[in-house]
């Protein structure tokens, strides 16, 4: 069994690091904060003093970084994972990240003997703790297969998305998505009940429509937006405001207009400089409300009822 190592156990590295633990694949941990990396030294982990350590001593290494800037840093800085990458090595960054960065950052691994894929993942903290997520993966199909088992160990929708840099492409593609619909639905929304629409009535002819099959975002809406609280978040707005960023970027970087993304980003921009950043992505809601001049308050719709409602009734 590979020995895999994992170099950031932050609310996504942490979860995800747990669950390969569980699945009893020697490790070695990296994070500059000891509180994270206890438990898993009293699971029997190793504690490496650097990425090039864990490197050094891991067949395959995963990476769980805030964003682009630290990617680079732990990817290919001075003690990073390049420096002590043996060849033959695997490095995996799960990192929501730039497409061209990791493309930038695989000849240089192969350089050495060594392979790259770029495969971050989809689920929030609660899926990352409970193997519920989505891991998008780029890179060399051949790699891809060998460390599927890996994957799986953490993830319960592994899919192949292509050559380096598609896992990341298809990451961005996904929330830009999921960012645009919300923002569809906040507008949807104060529309109906400001026109006279009770927010339940409103609710039902959605989750009855084919936006019903969408039972994450219902259930965010309902515990976030219904109920006016947006703290603790499940997905934070300043990560809404970097994923949404990145995918501009991506737009820009190939000449593919983005008016509505770009919207959105303007949205999320808007609420980072109230000072929202900690809060859950969909108090941008708040923002629509406010310009309304409406609320969208239904305190007794249970959000787990309304994920539920999705799961068991795949015809509506």
């Not at 569980?22 to 509180?35: L, Q, S």
């Not at 051949?142 to 953490?154: H, Q, S, T």
């Not at 009770?198 to 937006?225: D, F, Y």
Request: proline letters at 5%; charged letters at 20%; glycine letters at 14%.
């Amino acid at each position: 069994m590979e020995t895999v190592g994992f170099i950031g156990l932050g609310n996504m590295g942490g979860g995800m690091a747990g669950n390969i633990q569980k699945a009893g694949y020697p490790m070695v941990v990296f994070d500059i904060r000891e509180e994270v990396v206890k438990p898993f030294l009293d699971g029997g982990a190793r504690l490496a003093s650097s990425p090039a350590e864990v490197a050094r001593l891991s067949d395959v290494i995963l990476t769980s970084l805030p964003g682009p800037r630290e990617v680079e840093q732990v990817a290919t800085g001075a003690e990073g994972v390049l420096e002590g990458i043996n060849p033959g090595g695997i490095y995996v960054d799960l990192s929501t990240s730039r497409p061209t960065l990791i493309r930038e950052i695989e000849p240089k691994f192969r350089e050495k003997g060594c392979h790259v894929l770029d495969a971050p993942v989809s689920g929030g903290k609660s899926g990352a703790a409970t193997r519920n997520l989505a891991v998008m993966v780029g890179g060399e199909r051949e790699i891809f297969d060998r460390i599927k088992p890996l994957l799986d160990a953490f993830g319960d929708k592994v899919f192949y998305a292509g050559s380096i840099g598609a896992g990341s492409v298809a990451k961005l593609v996904h929330n830009m998505i999921g960012h645009g619909v919300r923002q569809a639905i906040a507008e949807g929304l104060t529309l109906g009940v400001k026109a006279g629409v009770e927010p339940e009535a409103l609710w039902q002819c959605v989750r009855r429509g084919s936006l019903g099959r969408m039972s994450g975002l219902h259930e965010g809406i309902a515990r976030t937006v219904f109920r006016g609280e947006f703290e603790p978040a499940s997905f934070s707005l300043a990560l809404s405001r970097k994923d949404v960023g990145l995918a501009t970027d991506l737009g820009r970087e190939f000449n593919v207009p983005m008016p509505l993304a770009n919207l959105v980003e303007q949205i999320a921009i808007e609420g980072m400089n109230r000072g929202w950043g900690d809060k859950d992505s969909s108090v941008t809601f708040l923002l629509q409300e406010e310009q309304a001049g409406v609320e969208v308050r239904a305190p007794h719709v249970d959000p787990a009822q309304a994920a539920r409602f999705i799961s068991t009734h795949p015809e509506a």
